[in-house]
C-alpha cells in the first residue's frame, strides 16, 4: 500500500508509554470511587422502590451517550490511561460481584436479593451514586444506573437487565482491564494531526464521527462488515462523493450471493436494475449463462441508478485496496438493530446525505439544494473533492470519554483476546432473562 493515495496500514506496534504519565488526577480517581463505595456500603438501607424517585437520571443518562468530544482526540490516550489506572484499582481491590437473576425480571419496581448486588456492582464502577444506599428494591436510582452502565456499553439504556446487559454486567475487572490495555496500544498508533477536518468509523461501536478543529461536528450511526467479512482496519483520504452512483458487485458477492439468487429467481437481475458487461463493455443478456455451472461467469455485475440500487443515493470513495466505501443503503430498518454488523465490508451509514453536504462544505457550488436536485434525477455524478479529508476505519472497543465516563464494545471481531468480550450481540434484539 502506497503513502501516494494518501494509505496508512494500520499498526500492531505498541508504543506503551510509563505509567508515571497518568498524573496526579489519573491517580485519585479510583481512590474516590473507592470512598463512594465505602459510603454506599454503609449507609442505611433505603425503603421501597415507589418511595425512591431521582428526577435527573434520565438526563445523566443521556449525557453519558452523547458528547462534542472525538473518540480520536489528544486527549485520547490520556484518558484511557485514567481509566485503566481506575480498573486497575477495582481490580486490585477484588473486582465486583457477579449478577445472578435466577428467574426474576429484573427492572423497575421489582424487590429481589439480587438487587442488592447489582447495586454494588454499579456503585464500584461509577454507575450508581453514594445516595442510593443497599436496598433489595429496584428503584429509580438503580433504574438510571443500568441506563447509563447500558449507554457505557453501546446497548440500549431500556433499564432492564436483558441477556446481553448481563453479560457485560459480569465480565471481570481484570478482563476490562485487559482490554483498556490493548486499546491504549491501538490508540498510540494514530498520528498525532488528524486533520483539521477528518472521519473516524469506529467498527466496534457502529458510528461515523465526522470532525472539525477538534469536536464532532456529526455522528452517524454505521453498518459494519460482519464477522466473516469483515471491515478492513485502515487510515486513508477520501476523495470523492459520487450522487446516483452504479454499484459493480465484488466478484466475492457475486459468487456467494447473486448467483446462487439466480439459481432460484432467474429474473432476479432484471428486477433489481443489474446488468451484465463483458470485458470489453458489451452487455451480455442474462438468460444466455449458465447459471448452474460451477464458476460464476467472468462478468461485471452493476447495477443502475435508482432506488433499489444497493448504494441508494450516495457512495463516499476512500483510497484502499480492498474495494470498500461508505454508502447509503435502501435498508434503512437495518440501523434499528441492537449491534449492525451486517455488511460484505462496506459501511453503510444513516442519513448519509448529511455526511455528504458536509464533506462538500469546502467544494464551491454544492449546497444541500443542489444535492438533493441532483439525487432527485437519478442520473450518476461523480464530484472529486478539491481536496481529500482523512478518513481512519479503525478498532476501538474500549476508550475514555473525556468526562470520567469509560466506554466499552463488544469485540465483533474478536481482536481482543479475550472470548467473554465477544457478546455475540449480532444475534438480534436483546431479550429479557427471565
Given at each position: ?5 494518501g494509505i496508512e496500514p494500520f499498526s500492531r506496534r505498541s508504543f506503551l508509554r510509563s505509567a508515571a504519565t497518568f498524573g496526579a488526577a489519573a491517580v485519585a480517581a479510583p481512590a474516590l470511587a473507592q470512598s463512594a463505595l465505602n459510603d454506599l456500603l454503609s449507609a442505611p438501607s ?8 431521582d428526577a435527573k437520571a434520565a438526563s445523566r443518562t443521556a449525557s453519558i451517550a452523547v458528547s462534542n468530544t472525538p473518540i480520536l482526540s489528544p486527549s485520547s490516550v490520556p484518558n484511557i490511561q485514567q481509566a485503566i489506572a481506575q480498573y486497575q484499582s477495582i481490580a486490585a481491590n ?318 465483533i471481531y474478536q481482536l481482543d483476546g479475550n472470548a467473554q468480550l465477544a457478546l455475540d450481540t449480532t444475534a438480534g434484539m436483546e431479550q429479557p432473562v427471565q
Amino acid at each position: 500500500m502506497s503513502k501516494k493515495n494518501g494509505i496508512e496500514p494500520f499498526s500492531r506496534r505498541s508504543f506503551l508509554r510509563s505509567a508515571a504519565t497518568f498524573g496526579a488526577a489519573a491517580v485519585a480517581a479510583p481512590a474516590l470511587a473507592q470512598s463512594a463505595l465505602n459510603d454506599l456500603l454503609s449507609a442505611p438501607s433505603r425503603g421501597n422502590w415507589d418511595e425512591q424517585f431521582d428526577a435527573k437520571a434520565a438526563s445523566r443518562t443521556a449525557s453519558i451517550a452523547v458528547s462534542n468530544t472525538p473518540i480520536l482526540s489528544p486527549s485520547s490516550v490520556p484518558n484511557i490511561q485514567q481509566a485503566i489506572a481506575q480498573y486497575q484499582s477495582i481490580a486490585a481491590n477484588g473486582g465486583w460481584p457477579q449478577i445472578n437473576p435466577g428467574q426474576t425480571k429484573l427492572q423497575l419496581g421489582v424487590s429481589d436479593p439480587a438487587v442488592q448486588a447489582l447495586r454494588q456492582r454499579l456503585a464500584i464502577t461509577g454507575d450508581l451514586g453514594r445516595e442510593a444506599g443497599m436496598s433489595p428494591s429496584f428503584d429509580s436510582y438503580v433504574d438510571g444506573a443500568v441506563k447509563r452502565f447500558q449507554a457505557r456499553h453501546g446497548l440500549p439504556p431500556d433499564g432492564v437487565l436483558g441477556e446481553y446487559t448481563v453479560k457485560a454486567l459480569n465480565i471481570p475487572a481484570e478482563v476490562r482491564l485487559q482490554q483498556l490495555n490493548t486499546n491504549l496500544v491501538r490508540l498510540q498508533t494514530f498520528p498525532a494531526d488528524l486533520g483539521r477536518r477528518h472521519l473516524m468509523v469506529n467498527i466496534p461501536a457502529t458510528y461515523v464521527e465526522a470532525v472539525q478543529d477538534g469536536q464532532v461536528a456529526l455522528r452517524h450511526e454505521a453498518i459494519v462488515g460482519r464477522l466473516s467479512r469483515p471491515t478492513h482496519i485502515i487510515n486513508s483520504k477520501i476523495f470523492e462523493v459520487i450522487l446516483n452512483p452504479y454499484w459493480t458487485a465484488p466478484r466475492s458477492i457475486v459468487e456467494k450471493d447473486i448467483v446462487p439468487l439466480m439459481r432460484k429467481d432467474p429474473t432476479y437481475l432484471t428486477k433489481n436494475n443489474i446488468r451484465l458487461f463483458d470485458p470489453k463493455g458489451t452487455e451480455v443478456a442474462p438468460e444466455s449463462i449458465d447459471w448452474n455451472a460451477d464458476k460464476a461467469p467472468n462478468l461485471m455485475f452493476r447495477q443502475d441508478p435508482g432506488k433499489n440500487n444497493a448504494m441508494a443515493s450516495t457512495k463516499i470513495n476512500f483510497h484502499n485496496p480492498n474495494n470498500e466505501y461508505m454508502h447509503d443503503t435502501p435498508e434503512q430498518g437495518l440501523f434499528n438493530k441492537l449491534m449492525r454488523f451486517d455488511s460484505s465490508g462496506c459501511v453503510r451509514v444513516q442519513n448519509v446525505r448529511d455526511l455528504a453536504v458536509w464533506l462538500l462544505a469546502e467544494s464551491p457550488d454544492w449546497s444541500r439544494q443542489r444535492v438533493e436536485s441532483v439525487i432527485a434525477t437519478r442520473v450518476n455524478t461523480p464530484i472529486e473533492l478539491p481536496q481529500e479529508v482523512p478518513v481512519y476505519l479503525a478498532y476501538i472497543s474500549a476508550w475514555g470519554a473525556g468526562n470520567g465516563v469509560v466506554q466499552f464494545r463488544d469485540d465483533i471481531y474478536q481482536l481482543d483476546g479475550n472470548a467473554q468480550l465477544a457478546l455475540d450481540t449480532t444475534a438480534g434484539m436483546e431479550q429479557p432473562v427471565q
